[in-house]
């Protein structure tokens, strides 16, 4: 008796729980994307086209290569510095500016200027290579025109040098103190050996080769 009730009970259950879910209106998927559009999720086919511009900007540079750091003291990464696409610029200050900033003057003139050119969206990184004279390596597409542009409409900066090639600030075309009088002034300040002795240290590595 026990054993026909739990059967009949048994069956009861599944003939309910058949009922409930024939219950249940059925949904046939037609057309995907148009359900996509209803829920409004966006494009799938521009993930980029629903993102903040500010948002797409960051992505942008966090995909660029970043510059290795440079030892200035280290002449193989420096040269290393000029290769696989990273750039290399120069500022030069006026000579009256390098003289009152010194070597540690410039060095936080640089720190101020990689401050000022993050600020413009600018990734670059800044040495103090002598006093007066800051050195920017790179390697976004576009940085060296972006950097030449703020340097130049810097006060106290005679001129902004790529490749070999010297940018003035508008209304110069020339130093303000040409090469010659400029290195003799760094002579009498010890910043470097007069133009004198380079010939004689020279002579004097031959007597020592010859010894």
């Not at 300040?189 to 007597?207: I, N, S, T, V």
Request: hydrophobic share 35%; charged share 30%.
């Amino acid at each position: 008796m026990w054993k026909s009730l739990t059967l009949s009970l048994a069956a009861l259950v599944g003939l309910r729980a058949l009922t409930l879910v024939s219950g249940f209106p059925k949904h046939e998927i037609i057309d995907v994307e148009a359900d996509i559009r209803d829920l409004d999720v966006g494009d799938l086919d521009d993930m980029e086209s629903d993102v903040p511009p500010s948002f797409l900007e960051e992505l942008k540079r966090g995909k660029q290569k970043k510059a290795p750091p440079i030892d200035m003291n280290d002449p193989a990464s420096i040269m290393a510095g000029s290769q696989g696409g990273t750039q290399m610029s120069f500022a030069t200050l006026t000579q009256e500016k390098a003289e009152e900033l010194g070597k540690g003057g410039t060095e936080q003139l640089a720190s101020t200027w990689k401050t000022m050119l993050e600020t413009g969206g600018v990734d670059a990184q800044c040495y103090a290579v002598d006093p007066g004279k800051i050195l920017f390596v790179t390697n976004g597409p576009g940085s060296v025109e972006k950097i030449k542009g703020f340097v130049l409409s810097q006060s106290d900066v005679d001129w902004f040098e790529i490749n070999q090639q010297r940018h003035y600030p508008r209304g110069r075309a020339a130093p303000l103190m040409d090469n010659e009088a400029r290195a003799e002034r760094e002579a009498e300040l010890g910043w470097r050996a007069p133009p004198e002795a380079a010939p004689a240290a020279e002579k004097q590595k031959k007597k020592r080769k010859k010894g």
